[in-house]
């Protein structure tokens, strides 16, 4: 089972970015799906999550209006758009599945390793 996390970088303050996560040896049909982040000195906190077949989605209070999660369960991958990006964004994300939907890392049995982003200001 492995989770690969792409598209971080480096951006400007209010810019985009989208991070695609890609599921090998396993098909994410049958999982939940999430986002999560970990900016320096912190925890690793609850981003995003979609349900497996994408019907519903929930969003930390933070990125509510500005993040939009989505899945393509033909190719295997999700996604996670970024809009209006903020300083506080920096961190590394992670792409995870689980087998229940919801925001606790817990919830959660296979991770990606992480791909950085860093807004600028």
């Known amino acids: 089972v492995q989770l690969v996390e792409s598209g971080g970088g480096l951006v400007q303050a209010g810019e985009s970015v989208r991070l695609s996560c890609a599921a090998s040896?396993?098909?994410?049909?049958?999982?939940?799906m999430g986002w999560f982040r970990q900016a320096p000195g912190k925890e690793r906190g609850f981003v995003a999550a979609?349900?497996?077949?994408?019907?519903?989605?929930v969003y930390a209070d933070s990125v509510k209006g500005r993040f939009t999660i989505s899945r393509d369960n033909v190719k295997n991958t999700m996604s996670l758009q970024m809009n209006s990006l903020k300083p506080e964004d920096t961190a590394v994300y992670y792409c995870a599945a689980g087998a229940r939907y919801g925001a606790s890392a817990s919830l959660y049995n296979y991770w990606g390793q992480g791909t950085q982003v860093t807004v600028s200001s």
């Open positions: 979609i349900r497996w077949n994408g019907e519903s989605t």
């Open positions: 040896e396993f098909t994410i049909r049958n999982y939940a």
